[in-house]
């Protein structure tokens, strides 16, 4: 696509004279264009002039969006001669008898510099073709004196770096434009709707216009129906275009190309009648057009190029695609069609280039007939993606597709060994592997290395054992090797040192052993990515230079030893957590000012946190250091418009107050300070966080009342796990935030936004905590959005429960325990439909135990011992569950569970139903199964199953991240609670 882009300009550069002077006479009587020009001589000083204006530097023509063939890259202006005739310059031409200049093409160019108002290139009044494209012009405004180009029918000014408003003028008196590309200038606007009527309204003749990436956010596509109807090509492309593309569009005369894609807020429909034309190009990939794609696409029978991913088509797949008998480019992943595709619908299309049926897996309800063998093949066929359908053999007419260069066939069931003759047939062409999530057995074969051609090899998530193979160092192209996800064992090869281009190694959850494959360095200075994770590596490595070039390095859990390694300036990545590293932080890692994620917990580190942090605060998105054994306060280096959105600091010995440049922190969501040696009073001043979900502050040395500021109306919004157990906190319970945590409220809206992880925008990285959840310590690998919790336990709170509890109906666990409360148990904690485990032991609570409890039908963990209720215990198929300890120790209670009947004159509660329906069972978080974690003797924790049975499940094979199924799953018995003489403290 990148070198397509330039080829067409250099071919255009050729066919805008043929087209000017087809279009012109050659007298210049006849038109009036041609009654005035400046002489030739004036036109050569005014072009050398206008080349000399610029410097020459090839970044200029390197942008990486656009792209260009080397042969049509150069500095043309650098060969042009004062004394010469600039008819013969390189980029210019004159007309053919009157000798002044119609068309200058001076694309991909290597200039640079700023387009100002008073160029000479203005005095060049007759030019009809202008192609400035790929040059850097520094963010030069579109100037309104090319309004002097009034006969100009050819306009490139793309991929130039040109900014701001598009000027009327270009439509005023650039009236007879056949083509205008202004694409991919970042910071060109079309202000809004007069504007963009303004602009097109006058072109009559337009036949191409591209926009590409020019922002008409503040344009309406309804103003698009004011197009002329010469239109033949329309490339609005990542035009940040919302609302409804108007449908006549489709039925324009001469319409043969049109691309929307990359609007992600674009809405409509195709055609359902009546739907012919000329189209070649249809591109509507990544907009929100829906409803059916209409049988009538067969009738378009010029079109040679579909592309329809990541949109919210539905109904049936259309079978009348076959009819397309030119098509050579369709593209139809991500979508949501149902039915079944017979393969052999596609037995006609031998043109077919590149071929992609890739749906979202979790929303895939289509079925991919494929036999084992039909009329089906594709000679021409370079690329074919068909993931995620359950094939369980290879595509049979693979072996007739002798230039293929990528195949994409994961997320299947294709089991057996990977067969020979696999690499065989595209020896010399296959670039591109995708082979993921599959259910391939046995050793990688050797004549994959056969496959000189082979850039990008990914057999992650399969079950392939034995060696990686040594002659993969003989693949002197191969730039990604994904090997993640299976079972191999042994060293690594060493010859990958051969592999010059080698920039991504990824064998993580394998079982290699080996220490760190120090030859890495050697030679590869183009490796930017090495992702060992959860193998066999061992040994001390911090001696070992790393790539200079290196972006991440990815180490966790292995038995690497001895200091940290120290990584170059490059790095953004950093993760070599559950290791043996000891030693302080280095302090070079401090230069590494793009680094996004520092994941250093479960290792046995000691010192301080460096001061020098504060210099990473700005690129920081990940600091994790829990599990260590750093002292010493918290530093200052926190900073404004820091990037910061996890800090996890729990498990050492860190000391003092808490920094208050924390409060920079605004794009925080997750602070685990657990099990430290913190103190002080309440960070109040976190609650100003708008982001922050998770703040756990247990096991600590805080104290005091836990108050609000005045100055906050709406404290943590957002926070869905406030845990501030094992602290010295007193007073009454903070009313103020339970009645502001809105996050726990409203579980189902939540729920219908589907199931999804916290730290999901991090590739690398997922969000994990440990909390008490009945009774017991639980590591959550991973944390959903719909958890909820709040934990004051063992502090020193005192005073009644808050009636405001019950509007937290999302909560899924309450632990009060271990405080001084006192009054009843409120009524409305029955309206916490959701929560499955409630904890209010050791407390004073007086009164019944109210008759709504029998209503919370998830609850599966109650624990009211050690208080001084009284009355008859609720009956109901729920609370029948709950054994004699969780109503121990209040003297004055009866009814089973305990062995104390109520009197005739005190009746227990009769059963109640839950209010909860199939439907409401139906949504919950939690799958209803039984999940048994043990410890020890093996403990039974019931705890919300369907959290830990879904993050087991495989990856989805859209990402590349493929993780094993690798649970760390702690638990640990809280202390038993004091006497009840002194129920506050429970630690």
């Known amino acids: ?103 200058l093409d001076l694309s991909c160019s290597w200039l640079h510099g700023t387009l100002h108002s008073n160029s000479t290139l203005f005095s060049l009044s007759n030019l009809r073709g202008l192609n400035l494209a790929v040059n850097d012009f520094s963010g030069s405004l579109i100037s309104p004196r090319f309004s002097v180009f009034a006969a100009m029918t050819h306009l490139n000014l793309s991929c130039s770096g040109f900014s701001g408003p598009v000027p009327e003028v270009i439509s005023q008196y650039l009236s007879n434009l056949i083509s205008l590309d202004l694409s991919v200038n970042y910071g060109l606007t079309i202000e809004d709707d007069h504007s963009f009527r303004r602009l097109v309204g006058n072109l009559t003749h337009m036949g191409e216009l591209v926009l590409d990436l020019v922002d008409m956010s503040r344009v309406s596509p309804l103003s698009l129906a004011n197009l002329s109807s010469t239109l033949t090509s329309l490339s609005l492309s990542n035009c940040f275009l919302r609302g409804i593309f108007p449908n006549n569009i489709f039925h324009l005369p001469y319409l043969r190309s049109l691309s929307l894609s990359v609007n992600i807020n674009l809405t409509g429909t195709l055609p359902q009648t009546n739907w012919t034309g000329p189209l070649v190009s249809l591109d509507l990939s990544y907009t929100k057009f829906h409803g059916l794609i209409p049988t009538s696409v067969g009738n378009l029978t010029s079109l040679n190029y579909l592309d329809l991913s990541v949109t919210e088509f539905t109904g049936p797949f259309p079978q009348s695609l076959g009819k397309l008998h030119h098509l050579t480019d369709l593209f139809i992943s991500g979508y949501k069609l149902s039915g079944t595709v017979d393969f052999e619908m596609f037995a006609s299309l031998k043109n077919l280039r590149h071929l992609s049926l890739a749906p979202f897996p979790e929303e895939n309800n289509l079925t991919l007939l494929l036999q084992n063998d039909g009329n089906c093949s594709f000679p021409r066929l370079k690329w074919l993606e068909l993931p995620g359908y359950n094939l369980t053999k290879l595509p049979y007419f693979l072996n007739s597709s002798t230039e293929l ?42 004549s994959i290395c056969q496959v000189s051609s082979l850039r990008l090899i990914d057999l992650s998530n399969n079950r392939l054992d034995g060696t990686i193979p040594r002659c993969l160092g003989n693949l002197s192209s191969l730039v990604r090797l994904i090997l993640g996800n299976n079972l191999l064992q042994g060293p690594m090869p060493q010859s990958l040192a051969n592999c010059r281009s080698l920039s991504h190694l990824n064998v993580r959850y394998n079982e290699i052993y080996d220490t760190f494959p120090h030859w890495l360095n050697a030679t590869l200075y183009s490796l930017t990515f090495i992702d060992l994770q959860s193998n ?105 418009n820091t990037a910061l959105t996890t800090i996890r600091l729990s498990q050492n010995r860190l000391g003092g107050t808490l920094p208050r440049s924390l409060a920079y922190c605004k794009n ?9 040696e913190l103190e002080g009073r309440f960070p109040f001043w976190l609650e100003t966080l708008p982001n922050l979900q998770v703040l756990v502050l247990r096991s600590n040395r805080f104290h005091g009342p836990v108050d609000s500021s005045s100055k906050t109306d709406h404290p943590f919004q957002k926070l869905r796990i406030f845990d501030l157990s094992n602290n010295n906190f007193s007073g009454p319970l903070p009313i103020k935030y339970i009645a502001n945590l809105i996050a726990m409220r409203n579980e189902e809206r939540t729920q219908r ?8 925008q991090n590739q690398f990285y997922r969000d ?18 719909v958890f909820t919790t709040i934990d004051f336990s063992s502090n020193f709170f005192e005073g009644e429960i808050p009636e405001a509890i019950g509007q937290l109906e999302a909560l899924k666990g309450l632990n009060f325990s271990h405080n001084n409360l006192t009054g009843i148990i409120p009524s409305s904690i029955g309206s916490l439909d ?34 001084q209720l009284v009355g008859p215990i609720p009956q109901s198929a729920q609370i029948d569950t709950f054994k004699i300890d969780s109503f121990d120790g209040n003297p004055g209670l009866c009814g089973h569970p305990l062995p104390k009947a109520c009197g005739t004159d005190s009746q227990p509660s009769p059963p109640l139903t ?74």
């Not at 087809?22 to 001589?41: G, R």
């Not at 260009?68 to 013969?88: E, Q, R």
């Not at 001061?611 to 002292?631: G, K, P, T, W």
């Not at 440990?770 to 959550?780: F, T």
């Open 668 to 676: 925080l969501e997750v602070l685990d300070l657990s099990k430290n």
């Open 834 to 867: 959701n929560v499955e485990w409630l904890d209010l032991s050791s407390n004073r609570l007086t009164g019944e135990i109210p008759i709504t409890l029998a209503h919370l039908s998830f609850l599966s963990y109650l624990n009211l011992s050690m208080n």
């Open 914 to 987: 839950s209010p909860k329906g199939e439907e409401a069972e139906s949504i919950h978080w939690i799958e209803k199964r039984a999940v048994l974690m043990g410890f020890g003797c093996g403990v039974v924790l019931g705890i919300s199953l369907g959290y830990l049975v879904l993050v087991t499940g495989r990856p989805w094979w859209l990402v590349k991240m493929v993780e094993r199924k690798y649970w760390a799953i702690k638990t640990n018995k809280l202390k038993k609670g004091a006497a009840p003489g002194n129920p506050a403290r429970g630690r």
């Open 536 to 640: 066999k590596f061992h040994g001390v490595i911090n001696e070992i230079p790393l790539p200079p070039q290196l972006s991440s390095l990815i180490l966790s859990d292995n038995n690497f030893e001895g200091p940290l390694p120290i990584p170059p300036p490059t790095i953004e990545y950093f993760i070599v957590s559950d290791n043996k590293f000891g030693g302080n932080i280095p302090h070079q890692i401090c230069k590494a000012f793009g680094l996004e994620v520092i994941d250093l917990s479960n290792n046995s580190l000691t010192g301080s946190i460096p001061r020098c942090f504060i210099e990473l605060s700005a690129s920081l998105s990940v600091l994790d250091l829990h599990a260590n054994n750093f002292v010493g306060l918290i530093p200052e280096m926190f900073i404004q």
């Open 1 to 103: 696509m990148m070198e397509n882009n330039c080829l067409y300009l250099f071919l255009l550069s050729f066919l805008i004279p043929i087209v000017v002077v087809a279009a012109f006479p050659t007298s210049n009587t006849s038109s009036p264009y041609w009654s005035e020009h400046p002489s030739h001589v004036s036109e050569c000083h005014a072009l050398l002039h206008f080349g000399n204006s610029f410097t020459i530097t090839l970044d200029a023509s390197a942008d990486y969006y656009c792209g260009y063939p080397a042969n049509t890259s150069y500095p043309k202006t650098a060969s042009w001669k004062n004394g010469t005739d600039c008819c013969s310059w390189d980029g210019v031409t004159c007309h053919t008898s009157e000798n002044y200049v119609i068309s």
């Open 753 to 760: 936004s589907g199931l999804q992880y916290m730290g999901g």
């Open 768 to 785: 994990s905590i440990v909390v008490v959840m009945k009774g017991l310590e639980i590591v959550l690998v991973k944390i959903l959005t």
């Open 405 to 446: 260069e990528g195949l994409n066939l994961s997320g299947n069931n294709i089991g057996g060994e990977i067969h020979e003759w696999f690499w065989r047939v595209w020896r010399d062409t296959l670039t591109l592997l995708h082979l993921y999530s599959n259910n391939f057995t046995g050793e990688i074969p050797s």
